[in-house]
């Protein structure tokens, strides 16, 4: 017999939400789906389903950020949920707390559910390894290892512009080797059936073997690379994970790997630009590009409340959407 996944209660429902890998098709199409079903909420007059009423949601960002937090915060709170949002900088953490002894203690409050970012990959899954068994932790971002909610609301906005994923192709520019979002979203692109995704990106912003690591195809030169595509994601240039000089300056990587319209000329037609923020403009793609009509960079922001409300529901056990009633004004 298997092993349990450790993401899955006993009846192979999602309890925690720490990584693609390993998840299957149906349940990402699952989150998906339910997350359609919640885009609707924003338009009520009273933004709010009852679905987690009486549940406890802590939010603990040990790394900036301004989209995820934020999204999670409203998710919660579109789902009715109490939130609690523990600010690290001012909390006991700065007099030496360990992040068990604060776990602890936030469980004392009877906390239903953690997200969690942090900068050393593996925090969630330790945090989920030791937390009360009542209690769903969430990967808000960890590390350069997974970013798993980013990772599923690129694909619901992929979802929205290009229905069938198995006739895409997907290129991911940028900084690869630093990047958990490129790490979840090549894995869920996989799950879901994309048969070509392409990485370009500068050789030292690459990690080692990565076709047969990511089964991906592997480009160092920009124009070859968004060729035909359908999707083209940017990356961040990632300079607080970098301990040395990978690249040569901002300037020079801008000249070979910006994104501007010219370059873009090449992909299809259609094609939509991605980037998960924040965007260094004039780094990894010009203004024109970043706010021009391909781009769906502020859909994708939008689109992280309803997932994160997906994945948030689901996680809590509660029911569908359509099984509650909304508030009325
Ligand atoms: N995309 C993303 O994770 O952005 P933040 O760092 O602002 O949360």
Redesign the pocket.
Known sequence: MSAPHPQLDAQGNLKHFLTIDGLSRELLVEILDRAEGFLGVAQQAVKKVPLCRGKVIANLFFE??????TTFELAAKRLSADVLNLNISTSATAKGETLLDTLRNLEAMHVDMFVVRHATSGAAHFIAAHANPHVSIINA?DGRHS?PT?GMLDMFTIRRHKPDFTRLRVAIVGDILHSR?ARSQILALTTLGVPEIRVIAPRTLLPSHVEDAFGVRAFHDLREGIRDVDVVIMLRIQRERMNSALLPSEHEYFYLFGLTEKRLSVACPDAIVMH???INRGVEMDSQVADGSRSVILEQVSNGIAIRMAVMSMCLGTQNLNSQREYTA
């Open positions: 900036n950020s301004t989209r995820t937090r971002g970013h980013q979002v998960p923020g924040p």
